[in-house]
């Protein structure tokens, strides 16, 4: 009996997510941007810094970000791996605190400061309830990562285009989830004059119905779903204690699992 963990919420084998940092005020823009095209992203925002010039007010956040996730980048963005460990527990915990009294849900995710970390920084995250932390390091894959905690994007969003066509054309020679990660600042695409990229990236990628637009925690609790089902050691019968449904393919074929359903499998 052949399963695979291969299917995206739906039965849907491609997924994309967007992740963007710092909270300046052209993040404003950008969402709405996203919102045309029903993409959806994750923001990183540093607490501290939030209702300066130049940057979001504390007061938008909730209603800004509606739709996408609100996710921690520490409070005043520094150098974690130059940090003593207290302060990368304080920045790390202080921005979580603030921001989750904002958006009002928990918030679990992290973006590096400057894209900075070492093995000590990655030690320290679970403690601080971070279950996933992204790098700048391009990978130029749709690969899943092995570690949420050093998640390495797709591209930069220079190079949105190109791996967006990439990824419309990729027809994997064996079935597998494919993720497209874009991400950057949104201040860029002022600087650069260029926000024209981000509109013909969503006429390219906005609006598929076989694609899976998510923010960073959505994937990363869907995966956790689909890793925590419990099979049978024939593979006939399967339990998701999770409280989201989760897919799979069974002999080439979609399966979908529902939350505390146990399913007999037949091929």
Partial sequence: MRIRFDLFPGGKSKALTL????????DRKMVSILNRFDIRGTFHLNSGLLGKPGYL?????KELFSGHEVSAH??????????????????????????????EYPVKGLSYPHGAWNKEV???????GVEYARTTLNNGSFDMPEDFLLWSPTCHHRD????GQ????????????????????????NNNQN???LERFGELIGHHPDIWYATNIEIVLYVKALHQLRFAVS????????????WFSLEGQAVEIKPGETKRLVV
């Avoid at 949105?160 to 791996?163: A, K, V």
């Fill in 74 to 103: 520490t409070v005043s963005h520094p150098f974690l791996n130059l940090s003593p460990k207290e302060r990368i527990a304080d920045e790390i915990l202080q921005d979580r605190r603030e921001l989750e009294h904002l958006a």
């Fill in 19 to 26: 992740s963007y940092d710092d909270g300046r005020e052209f």
């Fill in 160 to 163: 949105m285009l190109e791996y």
């Fill in 235 to 246: 593979g006939e019968l399967v339990h998701n204690p999770s409280a989201s449904s989760v």
């Fill in 57 to 61: 007010d504390r007061e938008e956040v």
């Fill in 122 to 128: 990655v030690a320290l995250l679970p403690a601080l």
């Fill in 166 to 189: 990439k990824f419309m054309d990729d027809r994997p020679r064996h079935p597998r989830m494919s993720l497209l990660y874009v991400w950057g600042h949104s201040y860029e695409f």
């Fill in 195 to 197: 926000w024209d990229q």
